[in-house]
């Protein structure tokens, strides 16, 4: 066996043996010390026997028994030794791995949520670049039926080409939904939305190089759905200091992408048997998750000040990772969490969080 390939589990075994094979020599030793005592008892009582001639053997043969009960007291404090010290190994092999594997979910969870990031920062690109095409700006500057068929067409030639999004809503400053890229689908064309609060928080943006990112929420236009919204202002003449005219808020389909995210972390076959891999949002809603439990209703605490770390809790490690943002996407605190069942019963104990990479 090569360095390069030890395992913790290997060291964890070799201890094992160690301690099987110490417990059994100090047996053996015990067992050939018996003999010997009796042997000596033998001796003591065949001199006892053989008078003044056997004297100077019973002497030999107290001494035997003298030296037997010193090795039966060694081998008693050897075995006790061994066991405390064996004990301690175990403890450091058990502690090397729940901190190896804690730290190697910690940075899993990051992983899962960068991916996440790195998604949702070219969601807000299209939003801010789609917001100056001269379709959308004619029909809020030049309202009328013709030009809204013709922004609902050019929604739908977005559609085809990006399958991330649900559906893609042009509203007027007034809050009515003018042109849509899937009418057909789900008919919200003339549907108020100004109490969304992704509309009330968009028109207020100050530039067309911003944004504004809506939690997961269920979407009732679109049947039901769990979206991300993404708005920026529609501006006269598609120009970034440009007065706001309208609204285009893109519905990203979040559960089947997010599924595909935690589904795809690299766990093991083992590991994937016994872990729960979570997105979870600043206000500790699950929003993903690869057994598709606890959508929006299980709320999960963060812990070690909510960045990044793991600990033990209830016979699982729960490691977790805070948002590093990417780019111009800065993240809205969502984590990314990782819970895995230790495949043997362990004690319930709580370790202190270990810091992650960020």
């Known amino acids: 066996m090569t360095a390069s ?3 913790i589990r290997d060291i964890s075994s070799k201890s094992a043996s160690v301690q099987e094979i110490a417990f059994n020599k100090v047996g053996q030793i015990r067992a050939i010390n018996r003999r010997m005592r009796i042997l000596a008892l033998n001796a003591l009582i065949e001199a006892e026997r053989a008078g003044d001639a056997g004297r100077g053997f019973a002497v030999v043969s107290q001494e035997v028994r003298g030296i037997s009960e010193e090795v039966e007291k060694l081998s008693t404090a050897l075995e006790a030794e061994l066991a405390s010290e064996i004990g301690e190994i175990s403890s450091l092999v058990e502690e090397m791995s729940q901190s190896s ?11 899962a949520i960068e991916i996440v990031d790195r998604n949702l920062y070219e969601r807000t690109c299209d939003v801010r670049w789609w917001a100056t095409d001269s379709a959308f700006v004619d029909a809020m500057t030049q309202p009328g039926e013709a030009a809204f068929a013709y922004a609902a067409r050019r929604l739908n030639v977005i559609l085809r080409a990006y399958t991330v999004y649900l559906d893609i809503w042009l509203c007027d400053p007034s809050g009515r939904v003018v042109a849509s890229g899937r009418g057909d689908r789900f008919p919200v064309a003339g549907a108020d939305v100004s109490s969304r609060s992704w509309f009330r928080t968009g028109m207020g943006l100050r530039t067309g190089d911003d944004f504004h990112a809506e939690d997961i929420a269920r979407e009732a236009l679109l049947a039901d759905t769990m979206v991300a919204t993404f708005v ?3 501006r006269t003449g598609g120009e970034v200091n440009g007065r706001p005219v309208g609204l285009l808020a893109i519905h990203f389909d979040w559960e089947p992408q997010s599924r595909t995210i935690v589904e795809g972390v690299r766990l093991t076959d083992d590991e994937r048997a016994v872990s729960r891999v979570l997105i979870v949002d600043r206000d500790n809603r699950v929003i993903a998750s690869s057994d598709g439990a606890g959508l929006l209703t299980e709320r999960l605490s963060a812990f070690g000040g909510g960045e990044a770390g793991w600990q033990v809790r209830d016979g699982r490690i729960i490691a977790q990772h805070v948002t590093p943002g990417y780019e111009t996407y800065r993240g809205l605190g969502w984590r990314g969490v990782i819970e895995q069942r230790f495949t043997v019963e362990k004690p319930s104990a709580t370790v202190t969080p270990i810091k992650g990479r960020r």
């Open 232 to 234: 920026t202002p529609v």
């Open 5 to 7: 390939v030890v395992s």
């Open 101 to 111: 594997q804690g730290q190697r979910l910690v940075d899993l969870a990051l992983n």
